[in-house]
């Protein structure tokens, strides 16, 4: 009797979701999506509302219900960077040289 194997197909990812889908310009979505979950997490240690993140960020509350919903359209890499300095918390940038000098140059968002 032959034996069934149940491979299921996939693709490994490239690490960046949003390439893997045709995204343009997905370095700067992943940086988006990593930014408001920070966000999300500051909010929830925090156990702030949404109206209360809302007046500390100077926006009315249903743009905190799209950001914590992950509808990031309206929300440039710089608002949200902002929104992290109004909610209390240091922003740290580093520039540094890439190592391989043909791979592509990259965007990574920390939470220490």
């Known amino acids: 009797m032959p034996k069934h194997t149940n491979q299921i197909e996939h693709e490994v990812s490239s690490g960046n979701?949003?390439?893997?889908?045709?995204?343009?310009?997905?370095?700067?979505a992943l940086a988006k999506a990593q930014?408001?979950?920070?966000?999300?997490?500051?909010?929830?240690?925090e156990s702030l509302s949404q109206k209360e993140v809302a007046q500390r960020l100077g926006v009315d509350q249903p743009k905190v219900s799209a950001l914590v919903r992950g509808r990031l359209?309206?929300?440039s890499t710089d608002r949200l960077l902002r929104f992290l300095l109004r909610l209390g918390h240091d922003v740290k940038i580093n520039v540094r040289s890439?190592?391989?000098?043909?791979?592509?140059?990259?965007?990574?968002?920390a939470l220490v």
């Open 73 to 75: 359209t309206e929300f």
């Open 98 to 109: 890439r190592k391989a000098k043909k791979a592509p140059a990259s965007l990574e968002v």
């Open 35 to 45: 930014l408001a979950r920070a966000i999300c997490l500051l909010i929830e240690k």
């Open 17 to 28: 979701v949003f390439a893997d889908l045709g995204v343009p310009n997905p370095e700067e």
